[in-house]
């Protein structure tokens, strides 16, 4: 069933990703019921893997090879989006730059997701500082009195110097749907590095596909604000690279201020799943995803 919210709509998951996987050349995605073209903001909401059947989940990534995958267009969905998570409230909302996971328990992302093209790396679009309450997702909702006075900061996940490219995308970056509470030192520090690198890889190995998001490690977790937004424990990222010999990485940081530059070690994406409880680009073949995903060399990603 779709429902129209402010240019956003509401679909069933099934469809979306297996029209997405199957048929990637139409230029329009056909929903049962009606059809729409891709808006500037598509949500929908998942719960686990149990929405759709085994069989046609299987098939449908069976479907693409390695070579198809390279060649298939709508890459945010086809690469970077994760697999179903279990047992944690799942939203997804997919933007003009990127796609997010939203978490109404947490009042945050469980996840953001985009694909980071040379192209995209830089641009004439200046940073407007709007942080903004996203009315697509349920009340209560984080909004910017939470932050206030809080002692965090309110860190990007997909950041604004990857959006410069598009005055829309510079805006929606600064939906509370794409930040959590951040250490401010973490923020201005470490983290903001780590987006550097990845805009620098951008432009040297053409594009790059981009995952980040809140890690909790205890069962009881800080909360800010009076609609009870939660303070992640710490940070991921994962950044996966097809162009010239396929490579992968992921970081893990703590969100305090004793994170520094000088912190910064990478790690295998298959420890960040480990750590994360996330399955990482799911439809890469199982060949290449273990190819990228097990290890890590830091010299690929120098050259």
């Not at 009042?107 to 309450?133: C, M, Q």
Request: charged residues 25%; contains cysteine.
């Amino acid at each position: 069933m779709v429902n129209r919210n402010n240019n956003d709509v509401m679909i069933n998951k099934c469809g979306l990703i297996i029209a997405v996987l199957i048929l990637p050349s139409l230029a329009t995605v056909t929903i049962s019921c009606r059809q729409h073209r891709t808006p500037k903001s598509i949500a929908f909401v998942r719960t686990n893997k149990s929405d759709c059947s085994q069989s046609e989940e299987n098939e449908s990534y069976k479907t693409v090879n390695k070579q198809e995958l390279i060649q298939l267009t709508d890459s945010i969905f086809r690469i970077c989006m994760p697999a179903p998570l279990s047992g944690v409230s799942e939203q997804i909302i997919k933007k003009k730059a990127y796609i997010v996971s939203y978490n109404k328990e947490t009042k945050i992302p469980n996840w953001v997701a985009w694909h980071l093209t040379s192209d995209h790396s830089d641009g004439t679009t200046s940073r407007n500082n709007t942080f903004y309450e996203d009315e697509n997702v349920p009340t209560p909702r984080a909004t910017n009195e939470d932050y206030r006075g809080s002692g965090w900061s309110r860190g990007h996940m997909c950041p604004a110097g990857d959006n410069k490219w598009d005055s829309e995308a510079m805006r929606q970056s600064f939906s509370l749907i794409n930040v959590c509470p951040q250490d401010a030192s973490l923020n201005s520090g470490l983290w903001n590095s780590m987006e550097i690198k990845c805009r620098n890889w951008a432009r040297r190995f053409h594009d790059v596909y981009i995952v980040c998001g809140p890690v909790f490690y205890k069962s009881e977790h800080e909360k800010i604000g009076s609609n009870k937004v939660s303070v992640p424990e710490a940070f991921f990222k994962v950044v996966l690279c097809l162009n010239g010999k396929p490579k992968g990485l992921g970081l893990v940081v703590k969100n305090n201020a004793g994170t520094s530059k000088k912190d910064l070690y990478f790690n295998s994406i298959d420890e960040v799943e480990r750590i994360t409880g996330i399955d990482f680009f799911p439809i890469l073949p199982n060949d290449l995803e273990k190819e990228v995903e097990s290890t890590v060399n830091i010299d690929l990603w120098r050259h």
